[in-house]
Nanobody, 123 residues
C-alpha cells in the first residue's frame, strides 16, 4: 500500500497549486480518499475528501470555494486543486485513504497515508 504525494512548493498569496497523489498496491477504487494538512504547532486537519465511487465530496469551511478535490479510479490518482491560496494555507499536505463509512471526518478514520508535501504561501 503506497501513496505518493507531489506538487507542493512555494507560491505567493492569491496564486494556485495542484497537488497530486498516486496510489499503488491496492484496489484504489475501494478507498475513500482525503487530503489533510498539518501546520506547525497545529493538529492534522481534513481539508477535502471524496467518496470512493459516487463522487460526493466534503470540504473544510476554510477552503470551500477555493479548493477542489478530484479522483480518477482509472489512473489511481487523487488531486487537490488549490486556488486563491492564503498564507494560512501553509502546511504539510498529506493524502490518505479510508475504508471507513465516516470518510468525511477526521484523520482517525484514515488508515493509509502518504508522505507529506510542503505548501508554503507567502504574503
Amino acid at each position: 500500500v503506497q501513496l505518493q504525494a507531489s506538487g507542493g512548493g512555494l507560491v505567493q498569496a492569491g496564486r494556485s497549486l495542484r497537488l497530486s497523489c498516486a496510489a499503488s498496491g491496492f484496489m484504489f477504487r475501494n478507498l475513500h480518499m482525503g487530503w489533510f494538512r498539518q501546520a506547525p504547532g497545529k493538529e492534522r486537519e481534513l481539508v477535502a475528501a471524496i467518496h470512493r465511487s459516487d463522487g460526493s465530496t466534503h470540504y473544510a469551511e476554510s477552503v470551500k470555494g477555493r479548493f477542489t478535490i478530484s479522483r480518477s479510479n482509472l489512473r489511481n490518482t487523487v488531486d487537490l486543486q488549490m486556488n486563491n491560496l492564503e498564507p494560512e494555507d501553509t502546511a504539510v499536505y498529506y493524502c490518505a485513504g479510508s475504508r471507513n463509512v465516516n470518510w468525511w471526518t477526521g484523520p482517525a478514520n484514515y488508515k493509509y497515508w502518504g508522505q507529506g508535501t510542503l505548501v508554503t504561501v507567502s504574503s
